[in-house]
């Protein structure tokens, strides 16, 4: 296979089965780099990432508080971590103090029992844009945005020409910026990228330009500001959004290339197999090919996620095992040779851990990763454990 360069990317496999048909092992690095696209572009030394996304906040509109499996309570959280509720319009709307939803005395009447039928709440922050061209902002921007806060905007794709849309911030207030690290208390961010804490904007500089794709059959892409129970007195943001007809590749679109897997011709005149992975299990793993021996070069594989239910609502994946090429530090930040990313999010290199949930945007039929190594030294590449989930 033919050597091809390309431009350093800044910033950050259901089982394939390896080709030799050898077991898959694997085992916990120590960490070390991950380089983030998003905001910045900068290498950063972590052991383990852990991210909580506020993708729950809303799915078509009022925000899900319950679980599928009738518990609830603050010892039965939804994968927001936030402590997960009973349905107030169905017959359960109790949730009792052992952490169960019913609708007895004992689920509704007792000294720690929360009837929801009761809970007043504010009406749900969701907006929806229909034109090409428009503004999002913050809840009474240009003034003081309210605390406590998830307020979902969803940017409605047209037709499927629409391949992603463009962001340019006109007017930001926002949290209080790095200096506190990834936006720690407000932010706007878009949850169907991950690190999810790489798309989250704060702070108070104008001007950035950002550009996220649609994923395959989404019907609109949605952003999420969420503002902490703490007020600042800041005044929010307003940020122009664009359509665009135009996404360019290799890494800004939904139609990454893909390579065959050296060593999988079956003789004289065939291909050997494609390094593309279609996943429509529950849960399982993805790997790089011959994991856990050392990955091939100039190697571009997909690996896509079917959505396989409407409850679905995003990948929940934590490390086994998460090797590759260390970042090249340049004037720009960090730059992966090898790297795994989501099209149009951050990348990730080098040897890290994380756990985290990847949010299907509104209509989205599927979801891809794409991997990526170059002509140089490789490394054993990738394990992850994946499970499609329905509380996000």
Not at 207 to 233: D, K, M, N, W
Not at 275 to 281: A, N, Q, V
Not at 346 to 363: E, M, R, T, Y
Request: glycine fraction near 10%; aromatic fraction near 10%.
């Amino acid at each position: 296979m033919e050597g091809h360069k390309r431009s350093l990317p800044i910033a950050m496999g259901h089982r394939a089965k390896d080709p030799k048909g050898e077991k898959v092992v694997g085992r916990r690095p120590s960490g070390q780099h991950v380089v983030f696209g998003g905001l910045s572009a900068l290498a950063v030394s972590l052991v383990f990432l852990f991210f909580v996304s506020h993708v729950g906040a809303c799915r078509s509109g009022p925000r899900i508080r319950w679980r599928s499996d009738g518990r609830c309570g603050a010892n039965f959280p939804l994968a927001s971590k936030a402590p997960s509720e009973c349905d107030p319009d169905s017959d359960r709307p109790c949730c009792s103090d052992y952490g169960y939803c019913g609708n007895s005395l004992s689920h509704c009447t007792c000294p720690d029992c929360v009837d929801f039928r009761s809970v007043i709440r504010e009406p749900s922050c969701y907006y929806s844009f229909e034109n090409e061209v428009g503004f999002l902002e913050s809840p009474n921007f240009p003034n003081q945005y309210p605390p406590g806060r998830d307020c979902c905007y969803d940017i409605v794709r047209p037709s499927r020409r629409h391949c992603g849309v463009k962001l340019t911030v006109i007017a930001l207030d926002v949290g209080k910026g790095e200096e506190e690290g990834f936006c720690q208390r407000d932010w706007l961010t878009l949850p169907s990228c991950v690190p999810e804490t790489g798309t989250r904007i704060c702070g108070n500089d104008t001007g950035q330009v950002y550009q996220y794709l649609f994923q395959p059959g989404a019907s609109a892409i949605r952003f999420v500001f969420h503002s902490s129970e703490r007020t600042e007195g800041r005044k929010g943001f307003r940020i122009r959004y664009e359509l665009i007809t135009s996404c360019p590749g290799p890494y800004q679109t939904q139609n990454p290339p893909i390579s065959t897997i050296p060593g999988t011709s079956r003789g004289p005149g065939s291909a050997g197999a494609p390094c593309y992975t279609r996943i429509t299990d529950s849960r399982g793993t993805i790997n790089t090919p011959y994991h856990p021996k050392m990955y091939p070069d100039n190697l571009d594989c997909v690996y896509e996620f079917i959505k396989t239910s409407p409850d679905i609502c995003g990948i929940r994946m934590a490390t086994v095992n998460f090797d590759m090429d260390h970042p090249l530090m340049t004037v720009f930040g960090g730059a992966c040779t090898d790297f795994l990313h989501l099209p149009s999010c951050g990348f990730l290199c080098g040897k890290i851990n994380f756990s985290w949930v990847v949010a299907f945007q509104p209509g989205a039929t599927s979801l891809k990763f794409h991997f990526h190594s170059d002509e140089s030294q490789n490394f054993l590449g990738f394990l992850i454990n994946f499970e499609q989930v329905t509380d996000c």
